[in-house]
């Protein structure tokens, strides 16, 4: 994936989502290093109408709880320091349904994704502009990782935004646990490098 900064959404079921519920949770997972990466602050946007709801706020990525298109799901958000271009795409779905995974364990919460529906937006303009040999590009990448992970047919789309970055909708038939997807993937992903200066 040429885009160095990426947002890989998975979808909620319908339901009620109480996002102040989530904060501290995610709150939790920056005390107990439950995910993998250096996080490091909450931020309640859930005032916001549409907007990204609850942000969990890292280093090399973000993750957010809302309903930024107007459907409530998870955002995972690279910023930087990802893996290299060959790894990026894979290893930012693989640290989606982590985080996932981990909020479906939460009793208290009662959210449940749907692993076969999912966006992807390629936040990066200089390296992936909106134009068609892009999206040839991407929808290819996409169609190769997903029929690899999820062993099913997959469906692309281009979803036009006004004057938005390129954004790809996929649909995976079947409807595997995220469970069952993390473990094709590698199981939970490993630490980034630390950025020089944290501790």
């Known amino acids: ?3 160095e900064r990426l947002q890989l959404k998975l979808f909620l079921e319908p339901t009620v989502v109480e996002l102040e519920a989530i904060i501290p949770v995610f709150h939790r997972f920056i005390r107990e290093q439950v995910v993998n990466e ?10 916001v109408p549409d907007g990204p709801g609850v942000v969990l706020i890292g280093h090399s990525a973000d993750y957010y709880v809302g309903a930024m298109d107007g459907k409530y799901g998870l ?4 910023k930087r320091g990802g893996p ?11 640290r989606l349904v982590n985080v996932a995974r981990l909020l ?7 959210l449940r994704f749907q ?8 936040t990066d303009r200089l390296h992936a502009p909106n134009d068609d040999l892009t999206f040839e590009s991407a929808k290819t990448e996409v169609e190769q990782l997903f029929a690899r992970v999820y062993g099913a047919q997959v469906a692309v789309e281009r979803v036009r935004e006004a004057r938005g970055p390129l954004a790809l909708g996929i649909r995976v038939a079947g409807s595997p646990s995220l469970e069952a997807l993390l473990e094709k993937l590698g199981g939970p992903p490993a630490a ?8």
Request: glycine fraction near 10%; charge should be negative; avoid cysteine.
């Open 38 to 47: 250096l996080l490091i602050d909450v931020i309640d946007y859930s005032h």
């Open 115 to 122: 692993s076969g529906a999912l966006g992807l937006r390629l």
């Open 1 to 3: 994936m040429l885009s």
């Open 192 to 199: 980034y490098a630390a950025p020089s200066g944290w501790h």
């Open 84 to 94: 290299g271009a060959s790894m990026r795409l894979e290893d930012s779905l693989r």
């Open 104 to 110: 479906e364990q939460e009793s208290g919460l009662k």
């Open 75 to 78: 955002v995972y958000s690279l």
